[in-house]
Each structure stands twice: as structure tokens, then as C-alpha cells.
């Protein structure tokens, strides 16, 4: 077979493999993201605005960084009028964090290749 013939039934199969296996698996992961939320205790280090790229959920969001859960995303009413002020409330100390199923994987380190989403959060007592 032609090296240019193999090539193309080589892309042609890993196209498939994308749109069979991996699409439908980030649509699960996506789903099941939003069930049975819980909460977790994270030591918030530091917090910053950002505005996502063409490929994200949100526009815009807060990055935060933390000493145990690693870099958390919140965007749950985040908009343009308040994403600095949200981010600058934030303090180095605990807070609580509500996140699905994937997320507390992944902000567990089970999960290295996701950036945990949060739900919704407050500060610990």
C-alpha cells in the first residue's frame, strides 16, 4: 500500500476514534459534572480574572490557585462587570468548594488532564 494511501486511512481512523470514542466521553464527563455535587475544603492561595479563549465554557472566569485541590475554575455569574471584584475577594485561607463527580477527581490528582470546575463556593469556618 502507498505511503500516501496509509496515511490517509490512518487519519481517517483516528478521525472516527475522536468523534466515536473521545467526543462522546467529554459530553459524559461534561454530565455527569453537575451530579451529585459535594463539597470540599481547598486552601485558597491566590485568585485571578481571566478571560477564556475560544474554546471555553465561559467567557469569563476566576482562576484559583490552591495549596491542595490545584488550579480551581469558577464562572458560575461571572461576567465582564464583575470578574475583578470577584477574584480580588478571595483570600489566603480555606474555603469549601462544590464540585461534581470529575472535579473532585480531579482536584484530587486523579484526574491530572482536568481543571476542576466549581459550582459554587464559600468560606470554611
Request: aromatic letters at 12%.
Amino acid at each position: 500500500m502507498p505511503f500516501r494511501k496509509r496515511l490517509t486511512h490512518g487519519l481517517t481512523a483516528l478521525v472516527i476514534i475522536v468523534f466515536v470514542v473521545v467526543v462522546p466521553a467529554f459530553l459524559i464527563f461534561i454530565m455527569f459534572d453537575w451530579q451529585d455535587p459535594q463539597w470540599k475544603t481547598c486552601e485558597v492561595i491566590a485568585a485571578e480574572s481571566s478571560k477564556g479563549n475560544r474554546f471555553s465554557a465561559s467567557v469569563w472566569r476566576i482562576g484559583i490557585d490552591t495549596k491542595d485541590c490545584g488550579r480551581v475554575i469558577y464562572s458560575v455569574g461571572v461576567n465582564e462587570d464583575n470578574v475583578h471584584e470577584l477574584a480580588a475577594s478571595f483570600e489566603s485561607r480555606d474555603y469549601d468548594f462544590k464540585f461534581g463527580l470529575p472535579s473532585r477527581l480531579a482536584a484530587d490528582g486523579r484526574l491530572p488532564f482536568l481543571a476542576p470546575t466549581v459550582q459554587d463556593y464559600r468560606q470554611s469556618h
